[in-house]
Protein backbone atom coordinates (compact mmCIF):
# COMPACT_ATOMS: atom_id res chain seq x y z
CA UNK A 1 0.00 0.00 0.00
CA UNK A 2 0.96 3.42 -0.86
CA UNK A 3 2.11 5.33 2.24
CA UNK A 4 -0.46 8.43 2.89
CA UNK A 5 2.63 11.48 3.67
CA UNK A 6 1.75 14.54 3.30
CA UNK A 7 4.03 17.34 1.97
CA UNK A 8 3.83 20.83 0.89
CA UNK A 9 3.74 21.53 -3.35
CA UNK A 10 3.93 25.23 -3.81
CA UNK A 11 1.68 25.97 -0.99
CA UNK A 12 -0.83 23.16 -1.58
CA UNK A 13 -0.46 20.17 1.16
CA UNK A 14 -1.33 16.60 -0.46
CA UNK A 15 -1.01 13.17 -0.02
CA UNK A 16 2.25 11.48 -1.88
CA UNK A 17 -0.31 9.82 -4.20
CA UNK A 18 -1.20 12.78 -5.69
CA UNK A 19 2.56 14.31 -6.46
CA UNK A 20 4.09 13.68 -9.87
CA UNK A 21 6.00 10.44 -10.33
CA UNK A 22 9.43 10.17 -11.84
CA UNK A 23 7.66 9.19 -14.97
CA UNK A 24 5.16 11.48 -15.12
CA UNK A 25 7.91 14.15 -14.32
CA UNK A 26 9.71 13.24 -17.49
CA UNK A 27 6.65 13.16 -19.80
CA UNK A 28 6.43 15.38 -22.67
CA UNK A 29 4.25 18.97 -22.21
CA UNK A 30 0.51 18.67 -22.74
CA UNK A 31 0.33 19.54 -26.99
CA UNK A 32 -1.24 22.06 -28.50
CA UNK A 33 -4.55 21.69 -30.32
CA UNK A 34 -4.16 23.63 -33.98
CA UNK A 35 -2.67 26.88 -34.83
CA UNK A 36 -5.64 28.35 -33.33
CA UNK A 37 -4.97 27.00 -30.29
CA UNK A 38 -5.35 29.39 -27.01
CA UNK A 39 -1.72 29.94 -25.83
CA UNK A 40 0.19 28.90 -22.86
CA UNK A 41 1.35 31.63 -20.71
CA UNK A 42 4.94 31.30 -19.07
CA UNK A 43 2.87 31.69 -15.55
CA UNK A 44 1.43 27.95 -16.42
CA UNK A 45 -1.74 29.12 -17.55
CA UNK A 46 -3.80 29.80 -20.10
CA UNK A 47 -6.25 32.73 -22.11
CA UNK A 48 -9.34 32.44 -22.47
CA UNK A 49 -9.65 32.16 -26.15
CA UNK A 50 -8.20 35.42 -28.37
CA UNK A 51 -9.48 37.37 -24.61
CA UNK A 52 -6.10 37.48 -23.34
CA UNK A 53 -7.57 36.77 -19.84
CA UNK A 54 -5.74 34.26 -17.96
CA UNK A 55 -6.65 31.36 -16.10
CA UNK A 56 -5.55 28.11 -14.74
CA UNK A 57 -5.37 24.71 -16.98
CA UNK A 58 -7.97 23.25 -14.46
CA UNK A 59 -10.77 24.81 -13.01
CA UNK A 60 -13.38 24.53 -9.79
CA UNK A 61 -16.79 24.24 -11.25
CA UNK A 62 -19.36 25.16 -8.25
CA UNK A 63 -22.35 23.56 -9.31
CA UNK A 64 -22.98 21.75 -5.78
CA UNK A 65 -22.15 24.87 -3.78
CA UNK A 66 -25.32 25.12 -1.98
CA UNK A 67 -27.63 23.19 -4.92
CA UNK A 68 -30.53 20.97 -2.98
CA UNK A 69 -31.97 19.86 -6.57
CA UNK A 70 -29.07 17.52 -7.84
CA UNK A 71 -26.54 17.53 -5.56
CA UNK A 72 -26.38 17.23 -1.62
CA UNK A 73 -28.89 14.88 -1.01
CA UNK A 74 -31.44 17.84 -1.63
CA UNK A 75 -30.14 19.28 1.28
CA UNK A 76 -28.12 22.14 2.58
CA UNK A 77 -26.44 22.43 5.61
CA UNK A 78 -23.67 24.10 8.11
CA UNK A 79 -21.77 21.01 7.56
CA UNK A 80 -21.75 21.20 3.44
CA UNK A 81 -21.47 24.87 3.79
CA UNK A 82 -17.92 23.98 5.27
CA UNK A 83 -17.09 21.58 3.37
CA UNK A 84 -17.56 23.52 0.23
CA UNK A 85 -15.73 26.55 1.85
CA UNK A 86 -12.53 23.49 2.45
CA UNK A 87 -12.99 23.10 -1.19
CA UNK A 88 -12.65 26.59 -2.26
CA UNK A 89 -9.70 27.31 0.10
CA UNK A 90 -7.83 24.19 -1.04
CA UNK A 91 -8.11 25.44 -4.27
CA UNK A 92 -6.77 28.66 -3.54
CA UNK A 93 -3.72 26.94 -1.92
CA UNK A 94 -3.18 24.41 -4.51
CA UNK A 95 -2.56 27.22 -7.61
CA UNK A 96 -5.85 26.97 -8.59
CA UNK A 97 -7.84 30.50 -9.15
CA UNK A 98 -10.60 29.39 -11.46
CA UNK A 99 -14.13 29.49 -10.03
CA UNK A 100 -17.36 28.67 -12.60
CA UNK A 101 -20.63 29.55 -11.34
CA UNK A 102 -24.17 30.77 -12.43
CA UNK A 103 -26.99 32.57 -11.17
CA UNK A 104 -29.09 29.02 -11.04
CA UNK A 105 -26.98 27.24 -9.32
CA UNK A 106 -28.15 26.52 -5.83
CA UNK A 107 -30.97 28.53 -4.97
CA UNK A 108 -31.03 29.93 -8.61
CA UNK A 109 -32.34 33.61 -8.70
CA UNK A 110 -35.07 32.85 -6.23
CA UNK A 111 -32.96 35.17 -3.80
CA UNK A 112 -31.51 32.47 -1.19
CA UNK A 113 -28.47 31.35 -0.78
CA UNK A 114 -27.02 29.89 -4.33
CA UNK A 115 -23.76 29.11 -5.98
CA UNK A 116 -22.81 32.94 -6.40
CA UNK A 117 -23.14 34.10 -3.53
CA UNK A 118 -21.23 31.29 -1.88
CA UNK A 119 -18.40 31.85 -4.02
CA UNK A 120 -18.38 35.79 -3.31
CA UNK A 121 -18.53 34.82 0.50
CA UNK A 122 -15.32 32.28 0.12
CA UNK A 123 -13.55 35.13 -1.60
CA UNK A 124 -14.15 38.15 0.72
CA UNK A 125 -13.23 35.48 3.21
CA UNK A 126 -10.12 34.88 1.69
CA UNK A 127 -9.08 38.72 1.13
CA UNK A 128 -9.41 39.68 4.26
CA UNK A 129 -6.56 36.95 5.53
CA UNK A 130 -4.27 37.43 2.07
CA UNK A 131 -4.54 39.27 -1.36
CA UNK A 132 -5.52 36.57 -4.01
CA UNK A 133 -6.34 37.06 -7.77
CA UNK A 134 -9.39 34.89 -8.38
CA UNK A 135 -10.67 34.39 -12.01
CA UNK A 136 -14.94 34.31 -11.79
CA UNK A 137 -17.01 32.94 -14.79
CA UNK A 138 -20.68 33.01 -14.11
CA UNK A 139 -23.48 32.93 -16.96
CA UNK A 140 -26.72 33.82 -17.69
CA UNK A 141 -29.51 31.72 -17.55
CA UNK A 142 -31.63 32.06 -21.01
CA UNK A 143 -34.99 32.22 -19.78
CA UNK A 144 -38.03 32.21 -21.78
CA UNK A 145 -39.44 35.53 -20.57
CA UNK A 146 -36.25 37.38 -20.80
CA UNK A 147 -36.38 39.51 -23.88
CA UNK A 148 -33.53 41.73 -25.37
CA UNK A 149 -29.86 42.65 -24.44
CA UNK A 150 -30.88 44.92 -21.45
CA UNK A 151 -31.95 41.48 -20.14
CA UNK A 152 -28.38 40.55 -20.05
CA UNK A 153 -27.14 43.11 -18.39
CA UNK A 154 -29.64 43.40 -15.68
CA UNK A 155 -29.47 39.82 -14.79
CA UNK A 156 -25.46 40.33 -14.57
CA UNK A 157 -25.25 43.23 -12.64
CA UNK A 158 -27.81 41.13 -9.87
CA UNK A 159 -24.87 38.47 -10.48
CA UNK A 160 -22.27 40.73 -9.56
CA UNK A 161 -24.08 42.10 -6.76
CA UNK A 162 -24.52 38.87 -5.24
CA UNK A 163 -20.60 37.94 -5.94
CA UNK A 164 -19.69 41.13 -4.34
CA UNK A 165 -17.73 42.49 -7.38
CA UNK A 166 -17.38 45.18 -9.75
CA UNK A 167 -16.52 42.70 -12.76
CA UNK A 168 -16.36 39.38 -13.59
CA UNK A 169 -13.80 37.48 -15.51
CA UNK A 170 -15.95 35.46 -17.83
CA UNK A 171 -19.80 36.14 -18.81
CA UNK A 172 -21.76 33.24 -20.22
CA UNK A 173 -25.05 32.38 -21.87
CA UNK A 174 -26.09 29.31 -20.38
CA UNK A 175 -27.30 27.66 -23.07
CA UNK A 176 -29.30 29.17 -26.21
CA UNK A 177 -32.62 30.52 -25.88
CA UNK A 178 -35.43 29.40 -27.93
CA UNK A 179 -35.98 32.97 -29.21
CA UNK A 180 -34.14 36.20 -28.80
CA UNK A 181 -30.38 34.75 -29.22
CA UNK A 182 -29.17 37.83 -31.38
CA UNK A 183 -30.52 39.86 -28.32
CA UNK A 184 -28.06 38.17 -26.00
CA UNK A 185 -25.17 37.81 -28.05
CA UNK A 186 -25.70 42.00 -28.12
CA UNK A 187 -25.90 41.76 -24.32
CA UNK A 188 -23.12 39.82 -23.93
CA UNK A 189 -21.14 42.80 -26.11
CA UNK A 190 -22.81 45.71 -24.32
CA UNK A 191 -21.25 44.22 -20.98
CA UNK A 192 -18.18 43.84 -22.13
CA UNK A 193 -17.92 47.44 -23.81
CA UNK A 194 -19.32 48.41 -20.41
CA UNK A 195 -16.44 46.97 -18.73
CA UNK A 196 -18.79 44.52 -16.49
CA UNK A 197 -16.89 41.79 -17.99
CA UNK A 198 -13.47 40.71 -19.15
CA UNK A 199 -14.34 38.28 -21.59
CA UNK A 200 -17.49 36.80 -23.26
CA UNK A 201 -18.69 33.42 -23.80
CA UNK A 202 -21.50 30.67 -24.43
CA UNK A 203 -22.39 27.08 -22.94
CA UNK A 204 -24.05 24.48 -24.41
CA UNK A 205 -23.65 25.91 -28.00
CA UNK A 206 -23.56 23.85 -31.41
CA UNK A 207 -20.85 24.05 -34.00
CA UNK A 208 -23.25 26.41 -35.91
CA UNK A 209 -24.68 28.71 -33.32
CA UNK A 210 -20.93 28.72 -31.85
CA UNK A 211 -20.39 30.03 -35.78
CA UNK A 212 -22.91 32.40 -35.59
CA UNK A 213 -22.28 34.41 -31.96
CA UNK A 214 -18.28 34.39 -33.05
CA UNK A 215 -18.98 36.26 -36.50
CA UNK A 216 -21.76 38.35 -34.39
CA UNK A 217 -19.42 39.16 -31.53
CA UNK A 218 -16.25 39.83 -34.17
CA UNK A 219 -18.16 42.58 -35.91
CA UNK A 220 -18.23 44.19 -33.28
CA UNK A 221 -14.48 43.95 -32.23
CA UNK A 222 -14.80 41.45 -29.59
CA UNK A 223 -13.86 37.85 -29.37
CA UNK A 224 -16.14 34.66 -28.23
CA UNK A 225 -13.64 33.03 -25.21
CA UNK A 226 -14.84 30.16 -24.80
CA UNK A 227 -17.52 27.42 -25.22
CA UNK A 228 -19.07 25.78 -22.20
CA UNK A 229 -19.73 21.98 -22.56
CA UNK A 230 -19.97 18.07 -21.48
CA UNK A 231 -16.58 16.88 -22.37
CA UNK A 232 -15.48 13.77 -20.55
CA UNK A 233 -13.52 10.79 -21.47
CA UNK A 234 -16.54 8.92 -22.12
CA UNK A 235 -19.10 11.84 -23.32
CA UNK A 236 -16.71 12.67 -26.24
CA UNK A 237 -19.71 14.59 -28.50
CA UNK A 238 -17.63 17.54 -28.78
CA UNK A 239 -15.12 15.76 -30.70
CA UNK A 240 -18.09 14.09 -32.97
CA UNK A 241 -20.36 17.37 -33.58
CA UNK A 242 -17.60 19.76 -34.45
CA UNK A 243 -17.87 21.76 -31.41
CA UNK A 244 -14.07 20.63 -30.56
CA UNK A 245 -12.67 21.53 -34.28
CA UNK A 246 -15.14 24.66 -34.81
CA UNK A 247 -13.06 25.74 -31.61
CA UNK A 248 -9.44 25.00 -32.38
CA UNK A 249 -10.08 26.55 -35.76
CA UNK A 250 -11.52 29.80 -34.40
CA UNK A 251 -9.29 30.13 -31.45
CA UNK A 252 -12.01 29.72 -28.70
CA UNK A 253 -11.44 27.91 -25.31
CA UNK A 254 -13.59 25.41 -25.00
CA UNK A 255 -14.41 24.29 -21.00
CA UNK A 256 -15.44 20.91 -20.29
CA UNK A 257 -18.00 20.60 -17.91
CA UNK A 258 -19.04 17.03 -16.01
CA UNK A 259 -14.99 15.96 -16.86
CA UNK A 260 -15.38 12.89 -14.67
CA UNK A 261 -18.64 12.19 -15.83
CA UNK A 262 -20.40 13.54 -12.29
CA UNK A 263 -18.24 11.06 -10.54
CA UNK A 264 -18.32 8.23 -12.53
CA UNK A 265 -15.14 7.99 -14.10
CA UNK A 266 -13.67 8.08 -10.08
CA UNK A 267 -13.74 4.49 -10.13
CA UNK A 268 -16.00 4.97 -7.08
CA UNK A 269 -18.92 3.59 -8.47
CA UNK A 270 -19.39 0.06 -9.36
CA UNK A 271 -22.26 -2.35 -10.72
CA UNK A 272 -23.00 -3.20 -7.32
CA UNK A 273 -22.65 0.56 -5.58
CA UNK A 274 -24.40 2.70 -8.19
CA UNK A 275 -24.59 6.50 -7.13
CA UNK A 276 -27.59 7.51 -5.63
CA UNK A 277 -30.14 10.17 -6.70
CA UNK A 278 -30.36 11.29 -10.08
CA UNK A 279 -27.28 9.98 -11.23
CA UNK A 280 -28.28 6.81 -10.49
CA UNK A 281 -30.85 7.11 -13.18
CA UNK A 282 -28.05 8.25 -15.74
CA UNK A 283 -25.23 5.93 -14.71
CA UNK A 284 -27.71 2.56 -14.18
CA UNK A 285 -25.58 -0.79 -13.17
CA UNK A 286 -25.76 -2.00 -16.94
CA UNK A 287 -23.82 0.77 -17.51
CA UNK A 288 -21.83 0.43 -15.06
CA UNK A 289 -20.64 -3.32 -16.31
CA UNK A 290 -19.68 -2.00 -19.33
CA UNK A 291 -17.71 0.63 -18.41
CA UNK A 292 -15.35 -1.56 -15.69
CA UNK A 293 -12.78 -2.63 -18.59
CA UNK A 294 -11.97 1.12 -18.95
CA UNK A 295 -11.91 2.10 -15.61
CA UNK A 296 -9.67 -0.31 -14.71
CA UNK A 297 -6.93 0.30 -17.38
CA UNK A 298 -7.57 3.87 -16.52
CA UNK A 299 -6.49 2.69 -12.94
CA UNK A 300 -3.65 0.78 -14.28
CA UNK A 301 -2.31 3.24 -16.20
CA UNK A 302 -2.93 6.15 -12.98
CA UNK A 303 -0.78 3.05 -11.03
CA UNK A 304 2.15 3.39 -13.15
CA UNK A 305 2.28 7.89 -12.77
CA UNK A 306 1.24 7.22 -8.85
CA UNK A 307 -2.33 8.92 -10.03
CA UNK A 308 -5.70 8.10 -8.82
CA UNK A 309 -8.39 7.51 -11.60
CA UNK A 310 -9.74 11.20 -11.14
CA UNK A 311 -6.49 12.80 -11.96
CA UNK A 312 -6.01 10.24 -15.11
CA UNK A 313 -8.87 11.34 -16.69
CA UNK A 314 -8.73 15.28 -15.77
CA UNK A 315 -4.95 14.57 -17.26
CA UNK A 316 -6.38 12.76 -20.53
CA UNK A 317 -8.71 16.30 -21.61
CA UNK A 318 -5.93 18.31 -20.54
CA UNK A 319 -3.86 16.52 -23.41
CA UNK A 320 -6.32 17.03 -25.82
CA UNK A 321 -4.88 20.39 -26.43
CA UNK A 322 -4.33 24.17 -24.92
CA UNK A 323 -7.61 25.40 -25.42
CA UNK A 324 -9.53 22.46 -23.72
CA UNK A 325 -9.83 23.70 -19.55
CA UNK A 326 -11.80 21.44 -17.35
CA UNK A 327 -14.03 22.24 -14.56
CA UNK A 328 -14.95 19.64 -12.24
CA UNK A 329 -16.86 20.06 -9.17
CA UNK A 330 -15.23 19.73 -5.88
CA UNK A 331 -17.38 19.80 -2.55
CA UNK A 332 -14.78 19.85 -0.03
CA UNK A 333 -11.09 19.99 0.15
CA UNK A 334 -9.66 16.02 -0.54
CA UNK A 335 -11.39 16.58 -3.95
CA UNK A 336 -10.00 20.28 -4.87
CA UNK A 337 -6.90 18.89 -3.73
CA UNK A 338 -7.14 16.00 -5.73
CA UNK A 339 -7.98 17.88 -8.49
CA UNK A 340 -4.75 19.36 -8.56
CA UNK A 341 -2.90 16.20 -8.92
CA UNK A 342 -3.81 15.93 -12.73
CA UNK A 343 -1.65 18.79 -13.09
CA UNK A 344 2.40 19.20 -13.86
CA UNK A 345 2.62 16.15 -15.56
CA UNK A 346 0.90 14.76 -18.89
CA UNK A 347 -0.14 11.06 -20.39
CA UNK A 348 1.75 9.61 -23.58
CA UNK A 349 0.20 10.19 -26.77
CA UNK A 350 -0.12 6.19 -27.13
CA UNK A 351 -2.45 6.05 -23.46
CA UNK A 352 -4.64 9.23 -24.61
CA UNK A 353 -5.40 7.21 -28.31
CA UNK A 354 -5.49 4.02 -26.11
CA UNK A 355 -8.23 5.41 -23.35
CA UNK A 356 -9.98 7.24 -26.14
CA UNK A 357 -10.41 3.75 -28.25
CA UNK A 358 -11.44 1.74 -25.55
CA UNK A 359 -14.27 4.16 -24.73
CA UNK A 360 -15.60 4.01 -28.25
CA UNK A 361 -16.63 0.87 -26.92
CA UNK A 362 -19.05 2.37 -24.36
CA UNK A 363 -22.33 4.06 -25.50
CA UNK A 364 -22.50 7.62 -23.79
CA UNK A 365 -25.33 8.95 -21.73
CA UNK A 366 -27.40 11.30 -23.34
CA UNK A 367 -25.85 14.92 -22.92
CA UNK A 368 -27.55 18.07 -21.69
CA UNK A 369 -30.28 18.02 -24.06
CA UNK A 370 -30.08 21.84 -25.00
CA UNK A 371 -27.17 21.14 -27.03
CA UNK A 372 -29.47 20.05 -30.07
CA UNK A 373 -31.68 23.19 -29.75
Excluded at 121 to 141: G, H, P
Excluded at 180 to 187: F, V
Amino acid sequence: MMAMQVVSAGGCLLPLRLLPSRRAAAARPPRASGASAAAVEEDGKVTLGGSGVPVTKLGIGAWSWGDTTYWNEFQWDDRKLKAAKGAFDASIDCGITFFDTAEVYGAGISGAINSESLLGRFIKERQQKEEVKVAIATKFAALPWRLGRGSVISALKDSLSRLGVSSVELYQLHWPGIWGNEGYLDGLGDAYEQGLVKAVGVSNYSEKRLRVAYERLKKRGIPLASNQVNYSLIYRNPEENGVKAACDELGITLIAYSPIAQGILTGKYTPDNPPTGPRGRIYTPEFLTKLQPLINRIKEIGASYEKTPTQVVLNWLICQGSNVVPIPGAKNAEQAMEFAGALGWSLTDQEVEEMRSMAREIKPVIGFPVEKL
